[in-house]
């Protein structure tokens, strides 16, 4: 026998029930709060989430400023993860390069050298290549961080200190803005114009209670500053009205429609090209290109003829239009509709409140708690500055004792055993006085002259009653903080190359959507084909010929008429139910084609009536078999969804029976006890959806055809010999009357279908 694997005794001495619920739901909060505050989300104080936070923090540790050397990647990342950041060095560095690039962020907070990737969707080359070094975003970021700014909290293996908030002179969140996704929860800021965050500012300083209207710029009034939109770092269009923008930035959700930058060339002789210069944020441009072309081959784009991308360092995507007639917004619409060159950039202001909270903030929210660590940042310099110049002050004193006294302080030093008892007793001086009249140098003495001494002691016993006054008083404060954000406001102004506005405003050309919807297809002429039971193909072609159709066993042909693939197909139900289809979505002729109801929400009692090719500017008459009828325009007809319209109301057994086009200015009805009735077109009314009025009264059956004409031509008919028979309108007097009346039998020669064509 070998050692047994079971435990000894029966083995359940140390086991413990745990409830799986109680024990998922503690560990699943455990993570999610652990993604929400440590990972995804950013402060709204410093803009960041920790692993940017961490990535400043370690290359200001390493020395690496705006105007030092260029540091290896690899050498960052292994101070950030070896001291900081206990993850991945991939993740890290990912998040090192993306804070180097321009197309991604709007103000670059690390100064990259080397390849760090493009707008096309490269990667950046491996962190051993790479260099990188702050930019001047990053030391404001940092501004003040050694003079006890913010709070320093122990790193995870408490061997460091890292800070809990960077001090953020910058309004970082708002400028590069962020995005990420917690554990239910998700953010998404967009970046901002730092000359409009920093006039919204102010202008929040001077009305603390301001609200997201007012610090939203005015096209009204251009003087007024404040935050006009998005400013992205590819630049675009913004297509979204003011409202629309403020009621966004007031509840902190949203989301701005961007489109690319676009303008012709003329080519001469008439021709023309467009030239994209900028694309919407985020889009990879080798995968814009890619989209166009697959759109190009499946002839989804028929007024364009060609798509290159001539792109250097600029953006420059060319498109070449089928021919000269052809209408470039047009063309760009459907190409706005169809691709990524129009975008959706959505807002939602969800961020770390006081470093702790989770919640969507509106921007006036935002600039308030950015703005309130402003202010403590600043007492808490000052005060920090305060001790240091109460530090000095001390000393100074001491220094002037001993300058005063000089001989003596030698004497005391070279004679006695314990020089600093005896100096402290003999002039009354504190340790830290006396302290620094041993370490002082002996070279220093040389400086130690009692007009410099005085001269020191004053300019600071001036700069501690400034900084008394400033801790003393909120208004000074708040000067103090307008003033740092007005330095921030010169240093990136709009008049700078970096400060520039990218991303303009307009609004979106009013386009015909019909002629939009059209330009996305291909003109084609086809023959539509429906059978009895339903079943609907396309053919290539106007056919006209339909003899040669061939159909499942037991089914015929229904309908069959010419079109072009950009026409609407409307299908008419025996409920009374209209259902659309696109002419270019229909199924191929091969073969019997494929079931309507798969592609519609068809009742299985109803029936496919008829179909035809939709004309907007027609009018039909539609009736039931119990004879009641009306006139409704086919532009009330379109259905735009796969439930269809219902149009006319119709109860079992009575049935939608007869679609007939709208013409002349009477009505010829017959019912199936061979009665003839025609009545001005005048009584049957319009409607957009509804029962009807009754056409023709019957005992028993119902109606048989109905027919618009002109009764100055007179009625025709064709019999089954297709032979056309023609009745004048004197010769129709006995069959004029009243809508729903009996009428009187059919004259002589109406065929006996029933039907006026044959």
């Given at each position: 026998?070998?050692?047994?694997?079971?435990?000894?005794?029966?083995?359940?001495?140390?086991?413990?029930?745990?409830?799986?619920?109680?024990?998922?739901?503690?560990?699943?909060?455990?993570?999610?709060?652990?993604?929400?505050?440590?990972?995804?989300?950013?402060?709204?104080?410093?803009?960041?989430?920790?692993?940017?936070?961490?990535?400043i923090?370690?290359?200001?540790?390493?020395?690496?400023?705006?105007?030092?050397?260029?540091?290896?990647?690899?050498?960052?990342?292994?101070?950030?993860?070896?001291?900081?950041?206990?993850?991945?060095?991939?993740?890290?560095?990912?998040?090192?390069?993306?804070?180097?690039?321009?197309?991604?962020?709007?103000?670059?907070?690390?100064?990259?050298?080397?390849?760090?990737?493009?707008?096309?969707?490269?990667?950046?080359?491996?962190?051993?290549?790479?260099?990188?070094?702050?930019?001047?975003?990053?030391?404001?970021?940092?501004?003040?961080?050694?003079?006890?700014?913010?709070?320093?909290?122990?790193?995870?293996n408490?061997?460091?200190?890292?800070?809990?908030?960077?001090?953020?002179?910058?309004?970082?969140?708002?400028?590069?803005?962020?995005?990420?996704?917690?554990?239910?929860?998700?953010?998404?800021?967009?970046?901002?114009?730092v000359?409009?965050?920093?006039?919204?500012?102010l202008?929040?300083?001077?009305?603390?209670?301001?609200?997201?209207?007012?610090?939203?710029?005015?096209?009204?009034?251009?003087?007024?500053?404040?935050?006009?939109?998005?400013?992205?770092?590819?630049?675009?269009?913004?297509?979204?009205?003011?409202?629309?923008?403020?009621?966004?930035?007031?509840?902190?959700?949203?989301?701005?429609?961007?489109?690319?930058?676009?303008?012709?060339?003329?080519?001469?002789?008439?021709?023309?090209?467009?030239?994209?210069?900028?694309?919407?944020?985020?889009?990879?441009?080798?995968?814009?290109?890619?989209?166009?072309?697959?759109?190009l081959?499946?002839?989804?784009?028929?007024?364009?003829?060609?798509?290159?991308?001539?792109?250097?360092?600029?953006?420059?995507?060319?498109?070449v239009?089928?021919?000269?007639?052809?209408?470039?917004?047009?063309?760009m619409?459907?190409?706005?509709?169809?691709?990524?060159?129009?975008?959706?950039?959505?807002?939602?202001?969800?961020?770390?409140?006081?470093?702790?909270?989770?919640?969507?903030?509106?921007?006036?929210?935002?600039?308030?708690?950015?703005?309130?660590?402003?202010?403590?940042?600043?007492?808490?310099?000052?005060?920090?500055?305060?001790?240091?110049?109460?530090?000095?002050?001390?000393?100074?004193?001491?220094?002037?004792?001993?300058?005063?006294?000089?001989?003596?302080?030698?004497?005391?030093?070279?004679?006695?055993?314990?020089?600093?008892?005896?100096?402290?007793?003999?002039?009354?001086?504190?340790?830290?006085?006396?302290?620094?009249?041993?370490?002082?140098?002996?070279?220093?003495?040389?400086?130690?002259?009692?007009?410099?001494?005085?001269?020191?002691?004053?300019?600071?016993?001036?700069?501690?009653a400034?900084?008394?006054?400033?801790?003393?008083?909120?208004?000074?404060?708040?000067?103090?903080?307008?003033?740092?954000?007005?330095?921030?406001?010169?240093?990136?102004?709009?008049?700078?190359?970096?400060?520039?506005?990218?991303t303009?405003?307009?609004?979106?050309?009013?386009?015909?959507?019909?002629?939009?919807?059209?330009?996305?297809?291909?003109?084609?002429?086809?023959?539509?084909?429906?059978?009895?039971?339903?079943?609907?193909?396309?053919?290539?072609?106007?056919?006209?010929?339909t003899?040669?159709?061939?159909?499942?066993?037991?089914?015929?042909?229904?309908?069959?008429?010419?079109?072009?693939?950009?026409?609407?197909?409307l299908?008419?139900t025996?409920?009374?139910?209209?259902?659309?289809?696109?002419?270019?979505k229909?199924?191929?002729?091969?073969?019997?084609?494929?079931?309507?109801?798969?592609?519609?929400?068809?009742?299985?009692?109803?029936?496919?009536?008829?179909?035809?090719?939709?004309?907007?500017?027609?009018?039909?008459?539609?009736?039931?078999?119990?004879?009641?009828?009306?006139?409704?325009?086919?532009s009330?007809?379109?259905?735009?969804?796969?439930?269809?319209?219902?149009?006319?109301?119709?109860?079992?057994?009575?049935?939608?029976?007869?679609?007939?086009?709208?013409s002349?200015?009477?009505?010829?009805?017959?019912?199936?006890?061979?009665?003839?009735?025609?009545?001005?077109?005048?009584?049957?009314?319009?409607?957009?959806?509804?029962?009807?009025?009754?056409?023709?009264?019957?005992?028993?059956g119902?109606?048989?055809?109905?027919?618009?004409?002109?009764?100055?031509?007179?009625?025709?008919?064709?019999?089954?010999?297709?032979?056309?028979?023609?009745k004048?309108?004197?010769?129709?007097?006995?069959?004029?009357?009243?809508?729903?009346?009996?009428?009187?039998?059919?004259?002589?020669?109406?065929?006996?279908?029933g039907?006026?064509?044959?």
């Amino acid at each position: 026998m070998g050692k047994s694997l079971l435990p000894p005794g029966d083995g359940g001495d140390n086991i413990q029930p745990v409830d799986l619920r109680a024990a998922l739901e503690e560990r699943y909060l455990a993570y999610a709060l652990s993604t929400i505050m440590h990972r995804a989300l950013p402060d709204v104080r410093d803009g960041l989430k920790p692993v940017h936070r961490r990535i400043i923090h370690a290359m200001s540790e390493m020395g690496i400023r705006p105007n030092s050397a260029f540091k290896k990647c690899a050498r960052i990342v292994g101070d950030v993860i070896g001291k900081f950041h206990p993850h991945g060095d991939q993740s890290v560095y990912d998040a090192l390069v993306r804070l180097a690039q321009d197309f991604s962020q709007r103000y670059p907070v690390v100064d990259g050298q080397g390849n760090f990737g493009n707008i096309d969707g490269d990667s950046a080359a491996a962190y051993r290549y790479t260099e990188a070094r702050m930019t001047e975003v990053a030391a404001l970021l940092l501004e003040g961080i050694d003079q006890d700014a913010v709070d320093f909290r122990p790193t995870y293996n408490e061997e460091d200190e890292e800070p809990v908030v960077l001090p953020g002179a910058f309004p970082n969140l708002l400028a590069n803005g962020s995005s990420g996704i917690a554990v239910g929860m998700a953010t998404s800021i967009p970046s901002h114009n730092v000359h409009e965050i920093c006039d919204a500012a102010l202008y929040l300083i001077k009305n603390p209670g301001a609200t997201v209207e007012e610090l939203i710029a005015d096209p009204a009034n251009p003087q007024r500053g404040g935050i006009e939109g998005p400013d992205f770092p590819t630049g675009g269009i913004i297509i979204e009205s003011r409202e629309s923008m403020v009621e966004t930035y007031r509840t902190g959700r949203g989301g701005f429609r961007v489109r690319a930058k676009w303008e012709t060339e003329d080519l001469g002789r008439g021709g023309y090209q467009i030239v994209v210069t900028q694309i919407p944020y985020q889009v990879q441009k080798s995968r814009l290109m890619e989209k166009i072309a697959e759109l190009l081959i499946a002839r989804r784009l028929p007024l364009l003829e060609d798509v290159r991308d001539e792109s250097a360092e600029d953006v420059r995507i060319v498109l070449v239009p089928k021919s000269r007639t052809v209408d470039a917004t047009l063309l760009m619409e459907s190409l706005f509709k169809l691709t990524e060159l129009e975008s959706r950039i959505p807002l939602n202001m969800n961020v770390l409140s006081m470093g702790k909270v989770p919640k969507v903030m509106a921007l006036n929210e935002v600039l308030t708690e950015w703005l309130d660590h402003r202010k403590d940042v600043l007492v808490r310099r000052s005060r920090f500055r305060l001790a240091a110049i109460d530090r000095r002050l001390e000393i100074l004193g001491g220094l002037l004792i001993a300058y005063l006294n000089l001989d003596e302080v030698i004497r005391i030093i070279r004679e006695e055993d314990e020089p600093k008892p005896v100096m402290i007793a003999r002039w009354d001086l504190t340790d830290v006085q006396a302290e620094a009249i041993l370490n002082m140098r002996l070279r220093n003495l040389r400086k130690l002259e009692e007009f410099e001494i005085r001269k020191e002691h004053e300019e600071l016993s001036t700069e501690k009653a400034e900084i008394e006054a400033l801790l003393a008083s909120d208004d000074k404060q708040w000067q103090t903080v307008a003033w740092e954000i007005g330095e921030v406001k010169k240093k990136y102004a709009k008049a700078t190359e970096l400060g520039r506005r990218r991303t303009t405003f307009s609004n979106a050309p009013e386009a015909d959507v019909e002629a939009i919807q059209q330009a996305m297809i291909e003109k084609e002429p086809i023959t539509v084909v429906v059978s009895e039971k339903g079943w609907i193909r396309a053919l290539k072609g106007h056919i006209s010929d339909t003899s040669s159709l061939t159909f499942k066993e037991g089914d015929a042909l229904r309908v069959a008429f010419p079109a072009q693939t950009t026409d609407k197909i409307l299908l008419v139900t025996t409920g009374g139910k209209v259902f659309t289809l696109g002419g270019d979505k229909l199924p191929g002729g091969r073969g019997h084609g494929e079931p309507i109801r798969i592609m519609v929400d068809m009742e299985n009692d109803q029936d496919v009536l008829t179909a035809f090719v939709h004309d907007p500017s027609r009018k039909v008459m539609l009736a039931s078999t119990a004879g009641n009828g009306f006139v409704i325009p086919e532009s009330e007809m379109v259905a735009n969804t796969r439930k269809g319209k219902q149009i006319m109301n119709v109860g079992m057994p009575d049935e939608t029976k007869l679609v007939v086009p709208v013409s002349g200015d009477h009505v010829a009805v017959v019912g199936e006890n061979r009665k003839l009735l025609v009545f001005p077109l005048v009584q049957v009314p319009e409607m957009s959806r509804g029962k009807g009025v009754r056409l023709q009264r019957y005992k028993d059956g119902g109606i048989s055809d109905v027919k618009c004409f002109a009764i100055a031509d007179g009625l025709t008919w064709e019999d089954s010999a297709g032979r056309v028979f023609t009745k004048s309108k004197d010769e129709l007097v006995e069959w004029i009357g009243d809508r729903a009346s009996a009428g009187r039998l059919v004259p002589k020669g109406f065929p006996r279908s029933g039907k006026f064509s044959g």
